[in-house]
């Protein structure tokens, strides 16, 4: 199954930047499309960014487009997230996950989460 651990959350205040980064172990996702979701309190987890399985085809929300940035790095079986001019609303526990295609990953194609790391953006 493999297990996919989140660092990198904290408290920014609006307009800053955090990097996160979801290791994966246990086995190899090279070959899967990642991806990242977010909840807030009270609100559905949504889908963030994701790449394909080489890194590329890289999909955004309309709400982080141009902020934020996921990439990966097979070798280290590691995937990122850039997240730039951070606002108040992105505040939400980040979750990482793995999806059971390699070209594409959403809500109900995921196979693997991890359990999250909280990011907090103060006005």
């Known amino acids: 199954q493999g297990q996919l651990v989140e660092s990198g959350g904290g408290l920014v205040q609006a307009g800053g930047s955090l990097r996160l980064s979801c290791s994966a172990s246990g086995r190899r996702f090279s070959n899967n499309a990642m991806g990242w979701f977010r909840q807030a309190p009270g609100k559905e987890r949504e889908f963030v960014g994701s790449?394909?399985?080489?890194?590329?085809?890289?999909r955004y929300a309309d709400s982080v487009k141009g902020r934020f940035t996921a990439s990966r790095d097979n070798a280290k079986n590691t995937l990122y997230l850039q997240m730039d001019s951070l606002k108040p609303e992105d505040t939400a526990t980040y979750f990482c996950?793995?999806?059971?295609?390699?070209?594409?990953?959403?809500?109900?194609?995921?196979?693997?989460w991890g359990k999250g790391t909280l990011v907090t953006v103060s006005s």
């Open positions: 790449t394909d399985w080489r890194g590329g085809n890289a």
């Open positions: 996950a793995a999806s059971r295609h390699s070209a594409a990953i959403s809500i109900s194609t995921v196979t693997s």
